[in-house]
């Protein structure tokens, strides 16, 4: 409901609910004095009526202490109630419980008079009210009625406190006018309403004041402010916003000069957050393809630093082998010196045994001309045993048996003696092939010795190779590490690219809230 009231209308509501909270405190402030005054009236009736009782309740003293008879008692109570006054016209009345009046100061024709059936100016029965507050449980109770001023028919209101003395039966009242505490009430009333209107006129003219010194301020509606905000807020920087002819500083005003200079400053946020987002996707790809490519070459640095480990390796190999080989051929030229010397002691045992052999063949022809010469030498026994006849037989047969180890001697002799031949003829040959074992040795060893100068350059070299490999793979490996530092930068510029790129796009679309005029947006794309 309040959003459909108007600045205006909203600026005079405080006022209207300050006329009313004024009237309704003042309008409170007189019922409470009058409450107060009313309170304070009875009290004052209270203590009044009190002073009465009292003076009744001594006399009714003297009455039960015997020195004074009831009638005398009553009539000297009755005297002196009768003299008594407060407030300048106050004054205590007797009445009977019976409503019959006992005494009255004022009107003495009362006195004696049954009174049940009165009734004031306004219809109440009086008396029956007042027998009716002395008959109650408190003995005591107030009341209001109406009733004439002295000298004057004209009634008025009055109240009164009713107090019943119960040895007498008699009902004791005291009243006052009333009537002034309404004309108070009135005039404070009538008070209040001057007073209100007096300062509704006040907060009236300052409200107006205010009201329109506020207006020029907001230069509109906030309602309209409001709704222009919210579609700043939301992006809409298109439509006009109407001023006054002149306004320069109010809201509205400053909203309007704040829509112009946001719909330049988007406008130029757009071009340049679109020649921004279009040089980061060039760097975002120049850096994509320059990771790509260091990632590249630094796969092949690896392969290559990996191929150089596994070649310092094998060259690594190749001179350790190098060096066994020409420790081998070195040891291997030991051997064969050392086998050029057994084969020289070879020939040279092979000549002695081939001397021996001859020695043996002619040891064996000796033998076998012994064999021969035994042979013969047998049978010419025999041919003496057989011309001796039976005395010669038994020589006979010993000279067949030395024939036949003489046969026998000299085929053996005839075995060994080609069984040496043909091992002089080996050893002949052997010593040849022995000969020719020791040139090749020598051969051997002269080969050997040239091969264990080639291994023992070949192992330096490879020694040097590695050294040189060694520092080949080391600059690879610096280049590798070098390489992959530079494969890290990349990608961190390429992440740090694709960042920003998103944040280009991100700004892009945040500008891109903002709804522009096509005509004030001078061809730039929205996106």
């Given at each position: 409901?309040?959003?459909?009231?108007?600045?205006?209308?909203?600026?005079?509501?405080?006022?209207?609910?300050?006329?009313?909270?004024?009237?309704?405190?003042?309008?409170?402030?007189?019922?409470?004095?009058?409450?107060?005054?009313?309170?304070?009236?009875?009290?004052?009736?209270?203590?009044?009526?009190?002073?009465?009782?009292?003076?009744?309740?001594?006399?009714?003293?003297?009455?039960?202490?015997?020195?004074?008879?009831?009638?005398?008692?009553?009539?000297?109570?009755?005297?002196?109630?009768?003299?008594?006054?407060?407030?300048?016209?106050?004054?205590?009345?007797?009445?009977?419980?019976?409503?019959?009046?006992?005494?009255?100061?004022?009107?003495?024709?009362?006195?004696?008079?049954?009174?049940?059936?009165?009734?004031?100016?306004?219809?109440?029965?009086?008396?029956?009210?007042?027998?009716?507050?002395?008959?109650?449980?408190?003995?005591?109770?107030?009341?209001?009625?109406?009733?004439?001023?002295?000298?004057?028919?004209?009634?008025?209101?009055?109240?009164?406190?009713?107090?019943?003395?119960?040895?007498?039966?008699?009902?004791?009242?005291?009243?006052?006018?009333?009537?002034?505490?309404?004309?108070?009430?009135?005039?404070?009333?009538?008070?209040?309403?001057?007073?209100?209107?007096?300062?509704?006129?006040?907060?009236?003219?300052?409200?107006?004041?205010?009201?329109?010194?506020?207006?020029?301020?907001?230069?509109?509606?906030?309602?309209?402010?409001?709704?222009?905000?919210?579609?700043?807020?939301?992006?809409?920087?298109?439509?006009?916003?109407?001023?006054?002819?002149?306004?320069?500083?109010?809201?509205?005003?400053?909203?309007?000069?704040?829509?112009?200079?946001?719909?330049?400053?988007?406008?130029?946020?757009?071009?340049?957050?679109?020649?921004?987002?279009?040089?980061?996707?060039?760097?975002?790809?120049?850096?994509?393809?320059?990771?790509?490519?260091?990632?590249?070459?630094?796969?092949?640095?690896?392969?290559?630093?990996?191929?150089?480990?596994?070649?310092?390796?094998?060259?690594?190999?190749?001179?350790?082998?190098?060096?066994?080989?020409?420790?081998?051929?070195?040891?291997?030229?030991k051997v064969a010196i050392q086998g050029?010397?057994?084969?020289?002691?070879?020939?040279?045992?092979?000549?002695?045994?081939?001397?021996?052999?001859?020695?043996?063949?002619?040891?064996?022809?000796?033998?076998?001309?012994?064999?021969?010469?035994?042979?013969?030498?047998?049978?010419?026994?025999?041919?003496?045993?057989?011309?001796?006849?039976?005395?010669?037989?038994?020589?006979?047969?010993?000279?067949?048996?030395?024939?036949?180890?003489?046969?026998?001697?000299?085929?053996?002799?005839?075995?060994?003696?080609?069984?040496?031949?043909?091992?002089?003829?080996?050893?002949?040959?052997?010593?040849?092939?022995?000969?020719?074992?020791?040139?090749?040795?020598?051969?051997?060893?002269?080969?050997?010795?040239?091969?264990?100068?080639?291994?023992?350059?070949?192992?330096?070299?490879?020694?040097?190779?590695?050294?040189?490999?060694?520092?080949?793979?080391?600059?690879?490996?610096?280049?590798?590490?070098?390489?992959?530092?530079?494969?890290?930068l990349v990608e961190q510029a390429a992440?740090?690219?694709?960042?920003?790129?998103?944040?280009?796009?991100?700004?892009?679309?945040?500008?891109?809230?903002?709804?522009?005029?096509?005509?004030?947006?001078?061809?730039?794309?929205?996106r």
């Amino acid at each position: 409901m309040m959003n459909r009231l108007s600045l205006k209308k909203k600026l005079w509501l405080p006022l209207v609910f300050s006329w009313i909270a004024l009237l309704f405190l003042s309008v409170w402030h007189a019922y409470q004095t009058r409450d107060l005054q009313i309170a304070e009236r009875q009290r004052g009736l209270e203590d009044v009526t009190e002073m009465a009782y009292t003076t009744v309740a001594g006399f009714a003293k003297l009455e039960a202490d015997g020195k004074l008879s009831r009638a005398e008692a009553q009539q000297g109570a009755i005297a002196r109630v009768r003299d008594q006054r407060y407030t300048g016209d106050g004054y205590a009345t007797l009445v009977g419980a019976d409503s019959t009046i006992v005494m009255h100061p004022i009107n003495t024709k009362l006195d004696g008079r049954n009174m049940l059936s009165f009734k004031d100016a306004k219809g109440n029965e009086l008396y029956k009210m007042i027998a009716a507050a002395g008959a109650s449980p408190a003995g005591k109770g107030f009341l209001e009625y109406w009733w004439p001023r002295p000298g004057s028919d004209k009634p008025s209101p009055k109240m009164g406190f009713v107090k019943r003395f119960k040895p007498w039966n008699w009902d004791l009242i005291c009243s006052v006018y009333s009537d002034d505490i309404e004309a108070d009430f009135r005039r404070a009333l009538v008070q209040a309403v001057v007073v209100l209107v007096a300062l509704g006129v006040l907060l009236s003219i300052i409200a107006g004041l205010v009201s329109r010194n506020i207006f020029r301020s907001i230069g509109g509606e906030p309602a309209e402010a409001a709704e222009m905000a919210r579609k700043i807020a939301g992006g809409d920087l298109t439509g006009t916003i109407r001023t006054s002819g002149g306004d320069q500083h109010s809201l509205v005003a400053a909203v309007a000069y704040t829509r112009d200079r946001l719909v330049d400053t988007v406008q130029g946020i757009q071009g340049a957050t679109t020649s921004i987002k279009t040089s980061v996707d060039e760097i975002a790809n120049g850096n994509m393809d320059l990771s790509n490519r260091t990632e590249q070459q630094a796969g092949s640095l690896e392969e290559t630093a990996s191929a150089m480990e596994e070649l310092t390796s094998t060259v690594k190999q190749n001179a350790a082998n190098a060096q066994h080989a020409n420790e081998l051929a070195s040891g291997a030229a030991k051997v064969a010196i050392q086998g050029g010397e057994v084969v020289g002691q070879v020939v040279q045992t092979m000549a002695s045994i081939n001397a021996s052999s001859r020695k043996i063949v002619d040891i064996i022809s000796v033998i076998d001309g012994i064999a021969f010469q035994t042979n013969i030498l047998a049978l010419n026994a025999a041919v003496e045993a057989a011309r001796a006849g039976e005395q010669g037989r038994g020589f006979a047969v010993v000279a067949s048996e030395v024939r036949s180890l003489a046969q026998r001697s000299a085929a053996a002799a005839k075995e060994i003696k080609q069984l040496i031949d043909d091992s002089v003829g080996k050893v002949d040959a052997g010593t040849h092939l022995v000969q020719q074992a020791g040139q090749t040795m020598q051969e051997v060893v002269a080969s050997i010795q040239g091969v264990s100068t080639v291994v023992s350059e070949i192992a330096t070299a490879s020694h040097e190779q590695s050294a040189g490999i060694e520092q080949v793979g080391e600059a690879i490996t610096q280049m590798d590490e070098t390489t992959q530092q530079n494969a890290a930068l990349v990608e961190q510029a390429a992440a740090a690219a694709q960042s920003l790129q998103e944040q280009a796009d991100k700004l892009v679309n945040l500008v891109g809230v903002f709804t522009l005029d096509r005509q004030r947006q001078g061809g730039l794309a929205v996106r």
